[in-house]
DNA sequence: GAGTAAAGGTCTGGGTTCATACCAATTTTA
DNA sequence: TAAAATTGGTATGAACCCAGACCTTTACTC
């Protein structure tokens, strides 16, 4: 008699070993960073040299990634000293194209990733706020905070939310959660461009991302991660209706 | 003026693109998902062709993997219809090899798996209480959770508990999150076999262990995380100390 | 103005990976 | 016993990716 591999598991456990080409990986999370506001319009990238060896890739892929980025508009390149490449994505508002195109697969990609949101980025709140934050690491939360608060239009204010979000994860410390929050974020913002969604309430969103660094900067986890989840809970109560 | 690009957060969303090379990746998880007893000594993996369409890489690719599996003595192959590849993998036990040999990146990877996983595990046991269970699906896990009871051998109760884990995670019915449980108990894993820890107190573990069935099983999402955290604090607890 | 530094642009040789066939061994089945 | 089916084994040419060196443009410094 042999033995049988642990039913169920084999299949939910070997994952694609990666994405695809290493240059479409490249442009993919560029175009996240810059599409999130981690890289917001205007700003200059690092150089190619810098950014090829933290994606750890090779010049010459990094630099094709960057051509078809500059080809697609999203960037602008000088040469020189004091040159390099800026960003020139101007942040989309959600746009009233119906959601109706998108695949079966993406569908239940989103609808996975805001399961995995209410896990995540609780968690994420509840570990910062465990941690003792340094003077700086307090002053960057509030500073996200406030930039969501004094966002004035909505694809500003989408990607203010983004940053506020990823800010949150990177104090955690872990980066397991800071790639986590930056995958599910992606998601979210994928999500919010494909659907024709009513102005969502932002008054009430930014209540509850008060509530959150109050909690965070009070060193509360407990109530860090019950004010975040609720959040969570209400934003995707908002979303699983129209993607389903 | 020009935009700056947030503070803090592109040096942490911005990763390495990929694992390298893709057979060494295909060689890491399939040795992963052996050890963690997804496919136990004695049971078969499946056909080539089948493997490399799920790890999404060439037969090639994966032919390679498998050579550097079989030199490593974790396989054996042979030849024909009913043929195929055996997992040879003994369960290994906590050896007795000092934890001094270990890098200080992994070291902090460790580290960084326990916050992490404080936050995942809890969440996938919740979510997995908080869906109606099929059947089967409750049979499984009240499978696995006899499988860690049952075990004799620490080596095989390592496997038993591994699994165990995996199964809350794949009940939950999200990707994401057997992809961030099954990262984490591979940390776990190397972990617990780098450490010459003292026999842990199995029979704790085992309450800890039937009281998340429990909480699972009765759709106690909130029953089911408190029961879950505490399993991993008590975990952390005795490996912080050890690695630290 | 000359020189240096910092950035993007280009080239080359070699290793990896891919897709797609086809071959060989072995068991099942007709 | 012969044919079919299933499985691992092999081969080939194209596309991709890498490391490293070198060139060009531009700004700053002396």
Known sequence: MTADPAAGLPEAVLRPVRGHHAFEACVEQLATAMRLGVYPLGS????ERELAARLQVSRAT?????????????VETTRGRGGGTV??????SPSARAAARVSPERRADWLDSLDFRRVIEPGA??????LPLSEPARAQLQ????????????????????????????????P????????VQSALHEMLLAIPVLETNIAHSDRQHAAVVRA????????????MEEHCDDTAALLRGLVG
């Open 62 to 74: 990094l630099r094709e990634a960057m051509a078809a980025l500059r080809q697609a508009g999203l």
């Open 44 to 47: 200059v990238l690092p150089p």
């Open 125 to 130: 709140a509840a570990l910062a706020a465990s």
């Open 216 to 227: 965070i900067l009070a060193g509360r986890p407990e109530r860090a991660r019950a004010a």
């Open 176 to 183: 397991r959660m800071v790639e986590a929050v930056t995958s």
């Open 87 to 92: 960003v020139t994505l101007k942040p989309r």
């Open 143 to 174: 500073l996200a905070l406030d930039d969501v608060t004094t966002a004035r239009r909505p694809a500003d204010h989408r990607q203010a939310d983004s940053r506020f979000h990823l800010t949150i994860a990177t104090l955690s410390a872990s």
